[in-house]
């Protein structure tokens, strides 16, 4: 899939080459760092980001049968929300200042099903206890900006879930939390994934929460995805020369290290990618092809796939 | 070691008037809004008309009673005329001429002379009374902010009690008092629309102040009187520009509608005035009314335009 | 919140004095005295001019010290005494009494018209963002807002009402203030009042619209599976309406004695407008210090019930 944006200074091509696939009840996480293009992936799932000046130039989004990429609005916004829930960043800015989180939450509700209000409200009740959230008839009434920020976080998983979807896309939903409140969070997702059997894609850039409830990683950097992978194996045995500088990042405690290592260079600018594999400048492995051609991504160990010139077309490592 | 002069270290920013660069890089911003180059061509326009026009034209107080509501040029209207010895009604084609392109009124008097005169009017009523109101409006607002205390209550009070004050009626009512004069109209107005910039520039001044650069050059031994004119004035430069080039058209309509209910300058020959004649004589000369009117749109439609291309052009965080 | 509106009841009251205080200062320093414009009538009747004048001034007070005139003049307001207009020989608040329906009409009929009209178009060019659509209703707000109103109110009249015959050039009085007869011929006043409030209220309603299209609850909503009429309806407007509550607040309270005064005189509505414009070239203060004090207490109460209707509108405010 690629979805790109036609903006006066170039096109910013966000998302410029994204292929996965989501099993029922599974977790999968979209890592890289910020910039690399794995929230516009999310929206792009259920079309959601600015158009114009944003466009899905080419690729499909397969949900049931339907192509959520190419067919008519009313459908993919048939399918937002009821089938495909999804939880922001931020859920301070995320949600309506102006509307109680009960209106928010009974609103979704009421838009993919016929309740009455009573019906709704308690159905919203219900959702907020599931969500730890105390005193829940209270919580109805109350405007955001009357909520601590884990339970505007939480209000917001309720409201994502208010009408049983079966995928949950959650983008960052830790980011702009406190240690304690991620926990909580982390918690939850981990326990709609078991106790309802959802699809979670899970997006972010921070490993340990790959580790934590992945089951599937897909390492994205310029808008591509460089390695997709059962967690497992993207942790102990990564492919790619990014994702193992990903790697090579995370701070181990059981070292110790005078400074934290990290990748040199900046992540590329969108509008202005560059040619072959975009990770070429920043590689330490990098060969002549890397500067001229783009990486396929091969199969290189049964469910391992990598887009990398140091793999061979049949996945078999050249250098 | 060079010697250090008060206050010539925390300069941190150019003072408008002398950064070339600066007036430059405005320019072009301002250049890529096309209406505000319109609005901009159109005040020019006018500001030449109100300079030299009025050396070109006749007399706009002339009346001439033998060419009473001749239509403009290439207009004609139909004039009934009853004669008492006949009894009878001849009906006669009155047709625009060459000398008085424009038509006349209904005293005869050349319209176009009037409103190269109005044109004149116009500009030096906006011009000086918002100059007035800028320069009150700033003065005020910088000392309210920088003397705080009672002074500043006192005189954020008195604001309040102008900003409520039912504008227009004051105006009538201070120019009904004092008499319609070109000098009371101006000094009214200005002297009543100056609350906003007051305002605006306290609060700007307000938030300036604590920034470091004007505690650098306080701590360098700069007075008050310094930090003002050579930091907070700059500072407040575009802001004032722009304050002032939004508030004429403002200041243009108010002198418009004071001389057409009849309280402008019976002196001198402004839009409000030949309007004022125009409303009576809809029926027999329409051009009377609709003349100046059109003349008064464009004005303050060019100073919107102006304006607000101005404004884009100084906010950073606009994109032009 | 009841010890806020206590206070800002307070503080209106507080304003109030002021503007009455500076009304009545500028009455009295003005050049004629109301008494000389009545003793114009006496002397043509030949009685005894300055007998009269002393008898008058001994009856209202006017030959004592100023300061004991303002404060009898004060006292007597206290006690809902406000006095008699000279020219309409009749208590000042009968006059009043008998003509604030019309303004109050026509600056309700204006504001509905130029809210519905112009909350409706900001949106739709939000909406439609440098689309054709956007750019010809920026063309029409900033030619709304340049378009003098009483110069457009001129227009109409001859365009609609000496051209084409479609309404009378002047205002029936002798129709029920509420009868179809009356509203119809209030469609052209309304217009010409309403036209320059709508263009101003397209420009504020596609920026609130704009700044909060972009908000990341916009995308929470569609995300829900809103539809788009929900998203925009709701969810943007529920928010842009915050600023728009002030400026429309705002304007109303400068239209009360700005724009409505002057299409009352063009339209010859009898209203306040008229009666205020009327007393002021008689010389009748009372009248004058009536209809002032009444606009300012309008505008004041208008900033009260703006304060008042945020709070509902806006959960996040609360004054304590």
Redesign the interface.
Known sequence: MKTWFYTRRGIVKAVNGVDFDLRQGECLCLVGESGCGKSVTA?SL?R?FDSPPGKIVSGKVMFAGIDLANCPVEQV??????EI??V?Q?AQ????????IGDQIM??IN??GRYNRADARKKARLLLEEMNIPQAENALNM?P?QMSGGMKQRA?IA?GLS?DPSILIADEPTTAVDVTIRAQIMFILQELKTRRNMSIIFITHDLSLVREIGDRAAVIYGGRVVEIAPVETILTDPAHPYTRGLIACLPDISTNLKRLPSIPGNTPNPIDLPEGCTFHPRCRDVMDVCRSTEPALVNIAGVHKVACHLYDNAGAFIA | MTELKPGQGGRSRIPLRISHRLWGYYWERLQKNRLSLVGLGFIGFLVLTGIFGPLLVQDPQKTDFNILNLPPLGFSIQESIYDIKTNEITTTMIEGRPEHPLGTDSKGRDMLAMLVSGARISLLVGLLATGIAIFLGTFLGVLSAFLGGWVDNALMRFTDIMMTFPFFLLLVLIVFIFGPSLAIIVLVIGLTGWTGAARLIRSEALSLRTRDFITASKALGASDTRVIFNHLIPNVSSLIIVMASLSIPGVIMAEASLSFIGLGDPMSTSWGTILNTGQHSLDSAWWVAVEPGIMLFLTVLSFNFFGDGLRDAFDPKASV | MRSYIIKRLLYSVIIAWGILTITFILLRVGPTSPVDRYILNIAAKGQDVESVRQAIEARYGLDKPIIEQYLLYMGNLLQGKWGWSFSASQPVMELIGSHWIYSFQLILLATIFAIILGVGLGILSAVNQNTKIDYATSIFSFIGISIPGFWLGLMLILVFAVYLGVFKTFYDTSYPIWSLENLRQLIMPVLALGTGELAGYVRYTRSAMLDNLR???V?????????ER?VIGK?VL??AV?PLVTIIMFDLGSIVFGGAYLTEIVFGIPGLGQVSFNAIFANDYAVVIAVTLIGTFMVLFINLATDLIYTY????IRYD
């Open positions: 929206l259920l959601l916004r048939r399918v937002r929300g009821k829930a999804m922001f931020n800015s995320a949600l309506n200042p102006v509307f109680t609103e979704q838009a993919h405007y900006h917001m409201m009408c | 908000k990341e609850f995308t929470t909503a569609r995300a829900k599976g809103l539809s929900t969810h529920r928010n915050l509108l806006d959960p996040r």
